[in-house]
Structure formats: C-alpha cells, structure tokens
C-alpha cells in the first residue's frame, strides 16, 4: 500500500537553483495537491488539480508551476529558488476534489540557501 | 476565503486524561470538517471527520462535535495514551472548494 509516493525526501538547493518535486498516487484518485507546511502556519494550498487535466491555484502559488503528468502523477517546479521557498512540500489526492478525505505523501523538507 | 483558527497551540496532558482542541472557522458555507494527526517526519493522517448534517462523531477513543451556529468544532480524545502525542491539524472545505487548514496544536501526553 503505497498511497501517496513524494521524492525526493530532502533537497538542498543555492537561490536561483531550479527543481521538480515528484508526486505519484496509486488509489486511482482524480484529484492532487501540493501544499507547504511552515512552523505556525498549517498547511497552504499552493497549487491542485481537480481532475486530470486541469489545474489551479491555490492560496501561495507565487514561485511555482505545477504539471498534472497522467492520472497518477503531479509535478511541482521551482524555476528559481528563493529562501522564502524553504518549507516542508506536501503533496496529497482524494478521490473527487472537495468534501473528502485527503491522503498525504509523508514530505519533501527543501532548504534554499 | 474561509478562516480557520486553531487553539490552543500547545497542549500538555497526563497519560490517561483527556484532551480537547478547539477550531473556528468563517464560512458559514463549508460543511466539511476533518482532523488530521501528523507525527514528526510524517504526513498527515486522517483521524476522523464530519459532515455538516451530524453533530456529533465518535471513533472509540476519539470524538468530534459541531456546533454550524457558533461556527466551531472540536476534537476530544479521551484517556490519552503516550502514543497520541503528535500534531493535530483542523480543516474545514466547502462544496466545489479548497480545503483550509488550522495552525495545528502539538499534543504531548506525559507517562
């Protein structure tokens, strides 16, 4: 039982530096999201797909582009580092979009310096 | 957007007390309401969640109570065991909606 599968689990990156964060689901679930996790914020919503083929917006999504891959796959990139990006990056899917449980990956702690 | 408050932040409890966290949220349309316990170097996990249509949910050790007039909802967790000492997050989402989370309230349960 997988679930949700992020790599890498930690990273290290220069400002200016660019990266994808992988994200795969095994639960046949039509919708993804990527969130970031900071100390006494919670979890913000910076990019999701509802179904495979769309994407959207969440609350940070400034700094970051995202790919719905297939089905099983969502890809977040940094195309240039900054510190501010420093977070733990969370991805998760339920099966259709709101008003059900969310399953999440187990984390990709990224450090910018 | 929806707001969601969560307190208190930290919680300490003696092993077999109970423990309750408090969530506020803005929304009056979502109806959507699961907590999440996260241990260290984890995700989040489900623990349990309720619907807008009950008001109350229990899960053995673990209950949930709504109250959509006064706009929040709290988790309990009766005779509280070394093992829950985590992180519990609150969200609330409404239909067609993202999902909005609490600060979280980091639990320790002292043996």
């Known amino acids: 039982n997988a679930g949700v599968t ?5 990273q290290v990156l220069k400002t200016g530096q660019s990266m994808t964060l992988q994200c795969a689901q095994d639960m046949n679930h039509n919708s993804m999201y990527w969130y970031r996790q900071d100390p006494g914020m919670g979890l913000r919503l910076i990019y999701y797909s509802a179904s495979e083929g769309t994407t959207d917006k969440g609350e940070v999504p400034n700094g970051y582009n995202v790919s ?3 089905k099983r796959e969502f890809s977040l990139r940094l195309e240039s ?3 501010s990006q420093t977070s733990v990056y969370f991805c998760a899917s339920n099966p259709n979009y709101s008003n059900q449980p969310q399953h999440f990956g187990d984390g990709t702690r990224l450090s910018i310096l | 957007g929806e707001n969601v408050e969560q307190h208190p932040s930290t919680l300490s409890v003696q092993e077999g007390d109970s423990a309750v966290i408090k969530c506020t949220y803005s929304d009056s349309a979502s109806n959507y309401f699961p907590w999440y316990k996260q241990e260290l170097g984890k995700g989040p ?3 349990i969640d309720i619907r807008s249509n009950v008001g109350e949910k229990k899960d053995q ?3 949930v109570t709504l109250n959509k ?5 709290s988790l309990h967790i009766t005779e509280t065991q070394p093992e829950d000492s985590a992180v519990y997050f609150c969200a609330a989402s409404a239909a067609g909606n993202q999902f909005y989370f609490g600060t979280g309230t980091s639990l320790t349960v002292i043996p």
């Open chain 1, 6 to 10: 992020q790599t890498p689990k930690f």
């Open chain 2, 69 to 73: 007039t006064a706009k929040h909802f």
């Open chain 1, 68 to 70: 719905r891959l297939n």
């Open chain 1, 81 to 83: 580092a900054a510190p």
């Open chain 2, 61 to 63: 050790r673990i209950a």
């Open chain 2, 45 to 47: 996990q489900l623990i």
